[in-house]
Nanobody
């Protein structure tokens, strides 16, 4: 199972970006999906998560600005980020719990996509 993230870039404060992460490979099923981020000199933190049924949770710092969603038919998770702030600058990683065709359950990570918020 592989996760491919995209959509990062440079944006001005107050701007927006949409991250995407598509899962591919020998997938039987995907469970929870989420986005994490890691800023320079800081630990990786959960930004948002979404269950198979669509229940979501967010870090307090992004509530009201970020929205996580998923398309189960496409094995893809999205992160819509609005009203971006300089403190949102980080490498963003997608994560998924998935079961492969051999029924093995694993925790998978994308390669990371850099989001820079600066004027």
């Amino acid at each position: 199972v592989q996760l491919q993230a995209s959509g990062g870039g440079l944006v001005q404060p107050g701007g927006y970006l949409r991250l995407s992460c598509a899962a591919s490979g020998s997938i039987l099923s995907i469970n929870n999906m989420g986005w994490y981020r890691q800023a320079p000199g800081k630990q990786r933190e959960l930004v948002a998560g979404i269950t198979t049924g669509g229940s979501t949770n967010y870090a307090d710092s992004v509530k009201g600005r970020f929205t996580i969603s998923r398309d189960n038919a496409k094995n893809t998770v999205y992160l819509q980020m609005n009203n971006l702030k300089p403190e949102d600058t980080a490498v963003y990683y997608c994560n998924a719990g998935a079961r492969d065709l051999w029924y093995r359950l694993g925790d998978y990570w994308g390669q990371g996509t850099l989001v820079t918020v600066s004027s």
